[in-house]
Nanobody, 124 residues
């Protein structure tokens, strides 16, 4: 069982930046693809970005390309989401998820480990 813990959320002004972290409890995490999803109040959970185990391939929601960057530090069992030029509509709970199958697409049903989420609020 892999436990995922997100951190780095908080309140930021529009135009600001945040870096979210997803730390895993097991080194097997390093062989999994990892994705970030978010859920805003009253909305469905949506895909943000994903990265394969070796970081050879990354995948982004089209609307977020150029502002968000996913990366991973396998020696430290951690995946990051760098978020720049944040907008109020980026306000949501952000979740990281791992896919032991190596799936790095946008469908959340293929991710079998989930963190508890971290709140990101973009407001002036």
């Amino acid at each position: 069982q892999v436990l995922l813990v997100e951190s780095g959320g908080g309140l930021v002004q529009p135009g600001g930046s945040l870096r979210l972290s997803c730390a895993a409890s097991e080194r097997t995490f390093n062989s999994y693809a990892v994705g970030w999803f978010r859920q805003a109040p009253g909305k469905e959970r949506e895909f943000v970005a994903a990265v394969t185990d070796s970081s050879a391939y990354t995948n982004y929601a089209d609307s977020l390309k150029g502002r968000f960057t996913i990366s991973r530090d396998n020696p430290n069992n951690t995946v990051y989401l760098q978020m720049n030029r944040l907008k109020p509509e980026d306000t949501a709970v952000y979740y990281c998820a791992a896919a032991s199958s190596g799936y790095s697409g946008s469908r959340d049903q293929y991710y079998n480990y989930w963190g508890q989420g971290t709140q990101v609020t973009v407001s002036s």
